[in-house]
């Protein structure tokens, strides 16, 4: 799988999928329940809707520090932080599988669905591991099995009547990311070395017209699900024929729909109740 770094979706991604992820956002930060004084980690922090929420909820000593893999993401992060002129918080670009930071420096890290991108995940665990205080929880959030599953049911139904387009039938991580279910999760976080202390999904569903559909897998994928399409006419054609299968449910929702995981480092850290 590719490394993806949302880049070319920056400024899409802002703007029509972190809005309808907030309540998936607020769930997190609930299941953590902080004290306020935490040192946090936002992996994967994009546009930054998430780091300030936390930010919002610290109190003095308390400080958030995000880091992306894009570039363009951590400028849209840092223009919100200086409109809502947070000093608590700081942006910078990093990556996931070597952070630059030392061993037990964190109390707390966060990570919402820039884990279905990593292209080693088991690294990132570990890298997670080590920056955590002993006794450190992590609050994962993941793309889960059923997250835009009305999309992979359109591709499912026109690619047996076109197998050049869609060779493979579109798995549901054809669109670059891995889709995790709770319990899948929580068994590659154990693996690592933590232990899971509470594992849930949500899931939310809405009205949406077929054109901000696909707007909306785009402005997070960039048409990943095309990149075995090398020819214009080809690409298309595939474009058309997903779109008019959408149009043709009378009543079409999109799903939102993430995997959590809360853990705990091992050791002697703070006794917080989860």
């Not at 939310?204 to 990943?224: H, L, Q």
């Amino acid at each position: 799988m590719k490394t993806h770094s949302f880049n070319d979706v920056a400024e899409e991604y802002s703007q029509k999928v972190a809005p309808y992820r907030f309540s998936q956002f607020l769930t997190l930060i609930h299941e953590l329940d902080l004290f306020g004084d935490e040192k946090v980690l936002d992996i994967g922090s994009g546009p930054g809707e998430l780091s300030m929420e936390i930010a919002k909820r610290l109190a003095e000593g308390g400080f958030l520090q995000g880091i992306d893999l894009s570039p363009q993401m951590i400028e849209l992060a840092r223009r919100i932080a200086q409109q809502q002129k947070r000093d608590n918080v700081s942006f910078a670009t990093g990556d996931a599988l070597a952070l630059e930071f030392e061993n037990d420096t964190f109390d707390v890290v966060v990570s919402s669905n820039a884990f279905p991108w990593v292209p080693d995940r088991e690294k990132f665990l570990s890298e997670v591991l080590r920056v955590l205080k002993p006794g450190g929880r992590l609050g994962l959030v993941a793309l889960s099995d059923r997250c835009y599953r009305e999309f992979f049911d359109a591709v499912s139904q026109i690619a047996p009547e076109h197998p050049e387009l869609f060779p493979h039938r579109q798995t549901q991580d054809s669109i670059g990311a891995r889709l995790h279910t709770p319990n899948e999760l929580a068994r590659l976080v154990e693996k690592t070395g933590f232990s899971v202390i509470k594992r849930f999904s949500v899931s939310t569903e809405e009205p949406i017209k077929a054109e901000a559909y696909v707007e909306r897998v785009n402005a997070i994928v960039s048409e990943n699900y095309l990149d075995h399409l090398n020819n214009n006419g080809q690409r298309g054609t595939a474009r058309r024929l997903i779109l008019d299968s959408l149009k043709q449910k009378k009543d079409l929702y999109i799903t939102e729909s993430s995997a959590f995981v809360l853990a705990r480092k091992p050791g002697w850290g703070l006794n917080y109740q989860i």
